[in-house]
């Protein structure tokens, strides 16, 4: 009798990395999953932002080498991944924040400041691109 | 005493460590978005332009404290995320989380070491 019942029952586990394909995210959940990959991404690249500002306050000479190190592409790519990742996070983290004082936690007003978070991490995002690449 | 915990004051967890993170993620944000402010406004008036003002900025003691006061919070605040980030995906095995966990927090307590140096001996 129990055994028939096991063996009917659906098994739920804790879902896998697969599943999260078939999920479609609304706008909220793209900014949620994202303030969690920029904070792991800045977590992993920790020791890099701290080389780089003991590269700038050591001394002239490795302020120096700091400028011929940034200008790698490769350096200037994570850099600029490290930007977004501080920007998202930042936006995002304000957003949670308002929402703390049960400010816009209905879904309308949560798909509206999700487009805001992205109105405004994305365009500073690309500034400082620009700025890298030397544009300006 | 124990009436207390009758009805909706029942405590339904135990260490209450949640809010004391809930609370402390929040308040190391708001440091850090400070901190932030002041390093745009020294970007702004272009004090980051050369190495001279630069390590300026950093060679004043107040400085010094409000920077390390910042990495302190961003490390309390790093920790909150990662234990959340472990607890969510490594599931599976309770001890092989609780190296990730430890693992995180002594690096996160070497970087401190390393931010204090940073600071201190410019």
């Not at chain 1, 706008?27 to 780089?52: D, E, N, Y």
């Not at chain 1, 509206?112 to 405004?120: C, D, I, P």
């Not at chain 2, 909706?8 to 135990?14: A, D, E, F, S, Y």
Request: with cysteine; net charge positive.
């Amino acid at each position: 009798m129990s055994e028939a019942v096991k063996k009917n029952r659906r098994q739920f586990n804790v879902m896998t990395f697969a599943d999260t394909v078939h999920y479609r995210l609304p706008l909220a959940g793209i900014v949620s999953i994202l303030h969690r990959i920029s904070g792991i991404l800045m977590f992993l690249l920790l020791p890099f932002i701290l080389f780089l500002l003991d590269k700038s306050l050591t001394s002239e000479i490795s302020f120096e080498y700091l400028k011929g190190f940034t200008s790698n592409l490769l350096v200037k790519l994570i850099i600029l991944a490290l930007s977004w990742a501080y920007l998202h996070h930042f936006c995002a983290g304000i957003r949670h924040l308002v929402m703390d004082l049960h400010i816009g936690v209905d879904k309308d007003s949560g798909r509206k400041s999700a487009v805001g978070v992205f109105a405004v991490s994305l365009p500073l995002a690309a500034l400082v691109a620009l700025k890298l690449f030397g544009v300006f | 005493m124990a009436n207390n915990n009758i009805g909706p004051k029942r405590l339904v967890v135990g260490a209450h460590y949640g809010l004391r993170d809930w609370l402390a993620q929040r308040v190391t944000a708001i440091v850090m978005a400070l901190y932030t402010i002041i390093l745009l406004l020294a970007f702004l008036t272009g004090n980051m332009s050369s190495y001279e003002t630069w390590a300026g900025m950093f060679s004043q003691q107040w400085f010094k404290i409000v920077t390390f006061v910042t990495f302190l919070s961003l490390f309390y605040h790093v920790w909150v995320g990662m234990r959340d980030v472990w607890m969510d995906y490594v599931t599976k095995s309770v001890g092989l989380r609780l190296v990730f966990q430890v693992a995180t927090l002594l690096w996160l307590i070497g970087c401190a070491g390393w931010a204090a140096q940073i600071i201190w001996r410019a």
